[in-house]
């Protein structure tokens, strides 16, 4: 059954609701990435919960006008204009008080979900018909998606991908150096607000989906994610797109295959799911490769310190480094250097006087600050300055 919700032969509105799913999750996983690059994951939240006031207030206007109150490009609009104002409230308190941003946000989100509540309460009691189903903008409801709904969620979120592409330079330079964007003419707080809207518009596109509750794990998990495996930008960028479109793809499969679980809940779950994965298994952050890096390091620490004593014809007490060293035909059970052990041993003390030397000159200071125990001269410095610091050791002849 999953296998065939993931393949697309669950039907025409199975389909529908997995490809729109997947573009959302491409589309908030590249957009999610600038914000959490940015450390300004919270503001998205209080976006999110500025919206549910405006899908309130837009039925009430489409109703009144004797429309489809229930229409969703109407209630899109209303979202998208509420999250704005939610927006610059947080700007306006940030900019014209002594709150602090996370208060500006805990203020803002949790007084227009409030209000947002309200509105749906008076809703239900309007005598006009068509209130069922508004709470769905809080979790996500796709039961009832339809083309129309469907092609609105794939053109937003193309085009607000576009609009990332078109912008992620100054984006890119904002998140890391904000100082130097400014020096280079950019108004960060221009790109903040350009960011931010790019941010209210998934927002609002996702509504149908994931619902304004979720929308920012969809945002952060996969670019959280992402970041576990790459330190290059575009690199995360296109992971965290990935990982979006992935989550969506097995969340709303799932959701299919067993109609009585939630879409939203379900690819939020994947994400994290995936994130989980990652945060173990990753090659470049994860946690198993971290703690492998952490026994390498420490196993050579030990060779390095035993390799110094065998050196200066010192004993060796410890028996994890004896271990090491005969395990490397270094040394013998003993504690006597092997040939190969002598001869890594002078090179080890060498080695260890160079850095001496180069910790103890001016001109040297950046490269010494590289100093591990491990970290080869050759390194950090070129064959000139190397040169210079071994005629300073004496006798010449030890270098051979």
């Not at 998140?175 to 209210?200: C, K, Q, W």
């Not at 959701?255 to 009585?260: Q, R």
């Not at 990753?282 to 050196?311: D, E, W």
């Not at 994890?320 to 002078?346: I, N, Q, S, W």
Request: with cysteine; charged share 15%.
């Amino acid at each position: 059954m999953v296998f065939d919700a993931l393949t697309f032969q669950l039907g025409y509105n199975a389909t529908l609701v997995t490809v729109g799913a997947i573009l959302l999750g491409v589309a908030a996983g590249v957009t999610g990435t600038f914000l959490f690059l940015r450390k300004r994951a919270l503001v998205s939240d209080a976006i999110a919960h500025a919206t549910l006031p405006g899908v309130g207030l837009a039925f009430i206007a489409m109703t009144a006008l004797g429309l489809d109150g229930r229409a969703l490009p109407g209630l899109l609009a209303g979202s998208a204009v509420s999250a704005f104002l939610g927006l610059l409230c947080v700007q306006w308190l940030v900019n014209r008080t002594r709150l602090t941003e996370d208060a500006a946000i805990g203020a803002v989100l949790s007084v227009f979900f409030s209000f947002g509540i309200v509105i749906l309460t008076i809703i239900q009691t309007l005598p006009t018909g068509g209130q069922a189903g508004l709470e769905g903008f809080l979790l996500g409801s796709t039961a009832g998606m339809i083309f129309a709904d469907a092609s609105l969620i794939a053109v937003g979120g193309v085009i607000v991908v576009a609009l990332v592409f078109v912008f992620r330079r100054p984006m890119t330079l904002l998140a890391f150096d904000p100082n130097y964007a400014e020096t280079r003419g950019m108004r960060s707080d221009h790109i903040d607000l350009i960011m931010m809207a790019l941010v209210l518009a998934i927002t609002v596109v996702g509504l149908k989906i994931v619902g304004l509750i979720m929308i920012v794990a969809l945002l952060i998990i996969p670019s959280a994610t992402a970041r576990l495996w790459s330190d290059r930008v575009d690199r995360v960028v296109l992971l965290a797109g990935a990982f979006g479109g992935l989550s969506a793809w097995v969340g709303a499969a799932v959701s299919a295959s067993a109609p009585d679980l939630p879409t939203g809940p379900l690819i939020v779950l994947t994400a994290f799911a995936l994130f989980a994965l990652s945060m173990f298994f990753a090659p470049a952050r994860g946690l198993i490769s971290g703690f492998m890096r952490h026994r390498r390091f420490q196993r050579g620490v030990h060779i390095r310190q035993g390799l110094l004593s065998l050196a200066q014809g010192l004993p060796i007490y410890e028996p994890l480094t004896l271990r090491l060293l005969k395990e490397e035909g270094l040394a013998r059970p003993d504690g006597v250097p092997t040939e190969a052990g002598r001869a890594r041993a002078a090179r080890a003390h060498w080695d260890e006087k160079r850095w001496e030397i180069a910790r103890a000159t001016p001109e040297h200071e950046l490269a010494a600050a590289r100093y591990d125990g491990l970290t080869r001269l050759e390194e950090v410095l070129t064959s000139d300055q190397i040169a210079e610091i071994d005629a300073r050791i004496a006798p010449p002849e030890a270098a051979s």
